[in-house]
């Protein structure tokens, strides 16, 4: 991602990372790729009045209006990759990108642009909850607007003011040079799966149905069934990614040298203040 007229801080925040560790540990994006009205997750869904809400060990989230997919994830991870971002005349950020370049980079027909209208706007009209262990809260949509030049093939996305300053307080992780082989995975819940261990920075090993759980995958005899065989026939991509799963349905990660991570300028002065604290 390229840079115009923007903060120091936020040039580095954005150009240097791909997500805030949040928004891929609390389920905010589903472990699916495309709704089915027979689904769970689905029904559940439309039950709870287009709110779909998930409670995890690092905070509650709803998500309302839409349900967000491995898809949607998909395409904010390509755009925070080759788009250009600036600062606009009213303090706002946008980012802009070629569409058939996008698309191209996703692996989809450089001409479909009217699918790729439909996800943006459904990222610009589902709104997300969110409030951590601790009781703090955030409200916010990931973006607010956009545009398109037909002549020219360019999309801009307008991003909120309320996720500007939710992904500059937050951790984020940087694993873009992971995106192209990513992307290619087939299977969404696989997908799930990997971004959720890249927000780690450490070793770290989860029971498959615990893991499932807290991705907002639902858990009963058929689908961990199921869940337990996409595991399996995954097995090789899920360690070109540094992932295991074994016969005890453990699913272990071992950090990748290309994933990293950064505290925010919050995070690292109350660090820097306990550490003084403390000595």
Same mark, same amino acid.
């Given at each position: 991602?390229?840079?115009?007229?923007? #903060?120091?801080?936020?040039?580095?925040?954005?150009?240097?990372?791909?997500?805030?560790?949040?928004?891929?540990?609390?389920?905010?994006?589903?472990?699916?790729?495309?709704?089915?009205?027979?689904?769970?997750?689905?029904?559940?869904?439309?039950?709870?009045?287009?709110?779909?809400?998930?409670?995890?060990?690092?905070?509650?989230?709803?998500?309302?209006?839409?349900? #967000?997919?491995?898809?949607?994830?998909?395409?904010?991870?390509?755009?925070?990759?080759?788009?250009?971002?600036?600062?606009?005349?009213?303090?706002?950020?946008?980012?802009?990108?070629?569409?058939?370049?996008?698309?191209?980079?996703?692996?989809?027909?450089?001409?479909?642009?009217?699918?790729?209208?439909?996800?943006?706007?459904?990222?610009?009209?589902?709104?997300?909850?969110?409030?951590?262990?601790?009781?703090?809260?955030?409200?916010?949509?990931?973006?607010?607007?956009?545009?398109?030049?037909?002549?020219?093939?360019?999309?801009?996305?307008?991003?909120?003011?309320?996720?500007?300053?939710?992904?500059?307080?937050?951790? +984020?992780?940087?694993?873009?040079?992971?995106?192209?082989?990513?992307?290619? +995975?087939?299977?969404?819940?696989?997908?799930?799966?990997?971004?959720?261990?890249?927000?780690?920075?450490?070793?770290?090993?989860?029971?498959?149905?615990?893991?499932?759980?807290?991705?907002?995958?639902? +858990?009963?005899?058929?689908?961990?069934?199921?869940?337990?065989?996409?595991?399996?026939?995954?097995?090789?991509?899920?360690?070109?990614?540094?992932?295991?799963?074994?016969?005890?349905?453990?699913?272990?990660?071992?950090?990748?040298?290309?994933?990293?991570?950064?505290?925010?300028? +919050?995070?690292?002065?109350?660090?820097?203040?306990?550490?003084?604290?403390?000595?």
């Amino acid at each position: 991602m390229s840079s115009q007229n923007l #903060l120091p801080g936020l040039i580095d925040r954005f150009e240097n990372n791909t997500a805030t560790v949040t928004e891929l540990r609390v389920g905010i994006f589903a472990p699916i790729e495309k709704i089915s009205a027979n689904s769970t997750i689905y029904k559940d869904f439309i039950k709870n009045n287009r709110k779909r809400k998930l409670t995890t060990p690092w905070g509650e989230v709803t998500v309302k209006g839409n349900i #967000l997919t491995q898809i949607h994830r998909d395409i904010i991870d390509a755009i925070m990759s080759i788009g250009t971002i600036e600062k606009t005349d009213n303090n706002n950020f946008m980012i802009s990108f070629i569409g058939a370049e996008l698309l191209r980079y996703l692996g989809k027909s450089p001409k479909n642009h009217t699918w790729l209208k439909k996800i943006l706007d459904e990222l610009k009209t589902t709104n997300i909850e969110y409030t951590d262990k601790k009781g703090n809260s955030i409200d916010f949509n990931i973006s607010s607007a956009g545009g398109y030049s037909s002549q020219k093939g360019v999309f801009v996305v307008m991003l909120t003011e309320s996720y500007v300053k939710f992904y500059e307080q937050e951790v +984020v992780v940087n694993y873009k040079q992971e995106i192209p082989q990513l992307i290619k +995975v087939d299977d969404a819940l696989v997908k799930a799966i990997i971004r959720f261990f890249f927000t780690h920075a450490n070793k770290v090993s989860f029971n498959l149905e615990k893991l499932l759980d807290t991705l907002g995958y639902p +858990v009963n005899a058929a689908s961990l069934k199921t869940a337990k065989k996409k595991m399996r026939d995954h097995t090789q991509t899920l360690k070109d990614f540094g992932i295991i799963f074994d016969k005890s349905y453990k699913v272990t990660y071992s950090k990748r040298e290309g994933v990293t991570h950064s505290l925010s300028k +919050v995070k690292k002065t109350l660090m820097e203040e306990g550490s003084k604290t403390s000595s």
